[in-house]
């Protein structure tokens, strides 16, 4: 097995009707104690500030960032079901916080399909099963193994899908509901356009309105 993964990881029983954020997870550059969430995490406190049930999968590292994020994402109400990443530290957007560690050794160590990656589709998959709509956060941190199966998955589930990505990693989420290029923090009210406009497209999957 690989050393890096975590085995016997519990499942998660997501709320009915969530929104379900799966992806990159990040924090920005530290200012003083605070951690500021980015991609994924941002997007996932963004939704219940929407007043919407959301939960979100991905990665973290197993430090003190990684540790706080969780704690904050969960006191806001999100529902985790996060898996942290042995050896390795949360990520940080934007420059290498110490000059002699490359941004290319910061991304998560994963080569090809990893058991962390068939992980994360596995739990994907459960947890469409209850999912009002899907949204992929992808800024090529190596979190997504395969984005056409995840993608795949939402279509089998009949559960529309926004892919908020990086222009480099549009390619994968051709066939997504949706799909827009962003960097790793995006702006309220533009996430709300596309949950909008993602409602708009595929209304006769969802009921009700994604934001209040």
């Known amino acids: 097995m690989n050393r890096l993964l975590t085995p016997n990881v519990d499942a998660v029983d997501h709320p009915d009707g969530h929104v379900l954020v799966v992806g990159d997870i990040a924090v920005m550059p530290p200012t003083g104690a605070a951690v500021i969430p980015a991609a994924a995490a941002q997007i996932a406190l963004l939704l219940t500030s929407f007043d919407q049930h959301c939960s979100l ?7 003190t960032a990684g540790a706080k994020l969780q704690d904050q994402l969960r006191n806001a109400g999100v529902s985790l079901d996060v898996l942290p990443v042995t050896d390795w530290s949360s990520y940080i957007v934007g420059p290498a916080v110490d000059p002699e560690q490359p941004e290319q ?15 994360l589709q596995n739990r994907v998959e459960r947890a469409l099963r209850n999912a009002r709509a899907l949204v992929i956060v992808d800024q090529g941190f190596g979190s997504m193994g395969d984005p056409r199966a995840v993608v795949f998955a939402a279509q089998q589930m009949n559960v529309p899908s926004l892919a908020l990505c990086a222009a480099s990693q549009r390619q994968g989420y051709a066939k997504a509901t949706r799909v827009i290029s962003v960097g790793p923090q995006i702006e309220a009210e533009l996430l709300r356009q596309q949950l909008d406009h993602l409602q708009s497209i595929d209304a006769d999957s969802n009921s009700g309105e994604f934001t209040r």
């Open 57 to 63: 999968i991905g990665f973290v590292g197993d430090d």
């Open 105 to 119: 050794q910061r991304v998560l160590p994963f080569n090809g399909m990893s058991e962390y990656q068939a992980h």
